[in-house]
Every structure is written in structure tokens, then in C-alpha cells.
């Protein structure tokens, strides 16, 4: 059983980002943390808060997909109540989820997702490499594949 993270989160304050920096955590830990996150973000006792992390080798697979057949029965698979298809996470890769209040106005979800791709293109283009999106599609790309 893999024990809980309790890192440091500031009290709640208006306007206010908590940045996470949790180096390589399991999967399992930091998703029950997000949980605990949302709660206390909704109940205004933390600020907004983005986790940064990475993970051992897991794919996660969202609400709708069903589980994919995995070569590596070691490398574990785990539903979750995100929607999308089966994503690998692993060492190397970072990971950012994001717990915040959406404004009035700004609460839907295919606006919010092209913000987050236009801020991974912008943050690529400062590093010179040029990401972009695909048509119907969710992420962002550099040189055909998938980054983000």
C-alpha cells in the first residue's frame, strides 16, 4: 500500500497559485492527493493548485475507453474518472494536473483544454520547438508525435 502524500499546501487565498513540486510519486498516491485537493479547494481551504510529478510506468485509462490489452503485465492499468482514451505515464515524463476554480464564464471544458494546449505550444516555442494541434483531436504535437 502505497502511503498517502501530505505536502504543504498553503491556505486558501484568492487569486493566489500553489505549486506542488513532488518529484516521482506513484500514481495511486498522487491521484488520491488530487482528490483530497479538489475537496479542500472547493471548500476554500487551499488556493489553486497545480502538482507537478512524475510516475513509475502506469496507463490510465479514462470513463469511457475500455482497458487496453498491456504487453508488460507489470506495468499496471487503472481506470479512472477522467474521460480519453489509455495514457502512458512514466519516469521522465512530467506530469501537471491542475485543481483550480474555473471563473463564471470560463467554465467549459473544450475552451479550458485549447488554453492548456495554447500555453504548452507558447512554453515549447520558448525552448524553440514548435508544438502544434491536430484537428478534432486533444494535445499537442512536435514532429508527429504526441507531447502533451
Known sequence: MTQPLEPTSRPYAAGQLDV???????????HALQQRLVQRRIAR?????????????????????????????????????RGGEATFHGPGQLVAYPILELPEGRRDLRRYLRDLEAVVIGAL????????????????????????
Open 20 to 30: 506542488l513540486r513532488l518529484g516521482r510519486v506513484p500514481y495511486e498516491a498522487a
Open 45 to 81: 481551504e487551499v488556493s489553486d493548485t497545480l502538482v507537478l510529478c512524475e510516475h513509475d510506468p502506469v496507463v490510465t485509462v479514462g470513463r469511457s475507453a475500455v482497458a487496453p490489452a498491456v504487453g508488460d503485465a507489470s506495468i499496471p492499468v487503472v481506470q479512472v474518472e
Open 125 to 148: 516555442a520558448e525552448v524553440e520547438v514548435t508544438g502544434e494541434r491536430r484537428e478534432g483531436l486533444t494535445g499537442v504535437w512536435v514532429a508527429g508525435r504526441k507531447v502533451c
